[in-house]
């Protein structure tokens, strides 16, 4: 490489990053399916249940994330609810982290009715609620199971007034990204002492969560004359999130993210954009504003094939 072309590479490379380089990037991370995803039994003991939430809470609270998190009340066997869960939810609080409803069992709007989801939105703070009024707050933020907003704009519109009527905000989702599958590939690792192939799976993890961003970042500023919204992370209450979640906040923060609340992030005017994407799908609300902005959706990256095909091959 001659001189000439050294320095005219430089100012490339130069012009390339400033874009990325003058973002002012935000995040507000969330986790889904608390109290735990997959820890069924755990969950019908106290003991075990708080060592899952305190182990998960070390990680989290030097991080200072300022996530919010949302709870399925059914997750906590009957019996142990109404004292287990509140002692749960208390040691999400003491860290930090807000709280949010995501219904009671996690139901599936496809297959039911909306009178039905309502009723399991309705259900999905009895714990809750309390909770957060003894220390003063109010439960405001309603995660959507599965990101499904309902398959017809009639079940959607009815689902939005239900939810508005309550008073709940929508919490959107910006930067969607499959986590649960490699949560469920290292599950099955873990249950069989595998650490070698627990550390593939978080590497891949990682790396699948930079290609996300190397696809949403642009992706995003498209929509906006080229400035990136605060995104919106959905994550999961998993062990695949206690072990790697701390690499997936470092990768955030080299990529020069703040971290926000989920109130300040929806401060940014982009979560008041209407959304007229109405389909069985659940996606990142990116997609539902580029569609109805009239312009053709185009998916972020799957996870690697290997992944892909250990999670279809569970039991
Ligand atoms: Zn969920």
């Known amino acids: 490489m001659t001189v000439r072309t050294l320095i005219a590479a430089t100012a490339a490379a130069l012009l390339l990053a400033l874009p990325a380089a003058a973002q002012d990037r935000a995040v507000a991370v969330t986790f889904d399916d608390l109290p735990y995803q997959a820890a069924d039994a755990a969950l019908c003991d106290p003991k075990a249940a708080m060592a899952l939430t305190n182990d998960f809470l070390r990680m989290l609270k030097p991080l200072?994330?300022?996530?919010?998190?949302f709870v399925n009340e059914e997750k906590v066997c009957e019996a142990q609810r109404t004292t287990l869960l509140p002692k749960i939810e208390s040691a999400w609080l003491n860290a930090g982290i807000d709280l949010g409803n995501h219904t009671y069992s996690h139901l599936n709007i496809h297959n039911t009715t909306v009178e039905t989801w309502l009723a399991d939105v309705d259900k999905g703070e009895i714990v809750t609620r309390p909770v957060l009024k003894k220390r003063g707050k109010t439960l405001r933020y309603f995660r959507h199971p599965f990101l499904f907003l309902g398959e017809t704009p009639e079940k959607k519109a009815a689902m939005a007034d239900g939810l508005k009527a309550r008073g709940y905000t929508v919490a959107p989702v910006t930067l969607d990204n499959n986590d649960w599958m490699f949560a469920a590939v290292y599950r099955k690792a873990e249950a069989a002492g595998d650490e070698a192939l627990k550390t593939r799976i978080g590497e891949a993890y990682v790396a699948h969560m930079a290609?996300?961003?190397?696809?949403?970042?642009?992706?995003?500023?498209?929509l906006t004359g080229g400035r990136e919204p605060a995104q919106v992370l959905l994550l999961h209450a998993n062990s695949l999130n206690r072990d790697w979640y701390p690499k997936i906040h470092a990768l955030y923060l080299a990529r020069g993210y703040r971290f926000v609340s989920l109130d300040a992030a929806l401060k940014d005017p982009i979560y008041a954009r209407p959304d007229r994407y109405v389909r069985k799908a659940g996606i990142s609300w990116?997609?539902?504003w580029t569609f109805t902005e009239g312009r053709k959706i185009r998916w972020e990256p799957e996870p690697p094939e290997w992944i892909v095909k250990a999670y279809e091959a569970r039991p």
């Open 286 to 288: 990116l997609h539902r």
């Open 211 to 222: 290609a996300v961003l190397d696809f949403f970042e642009p992706y995003s500023a498209e």
């Open 64 to 69: 200072k994330t300022r996530a919010t998190a």
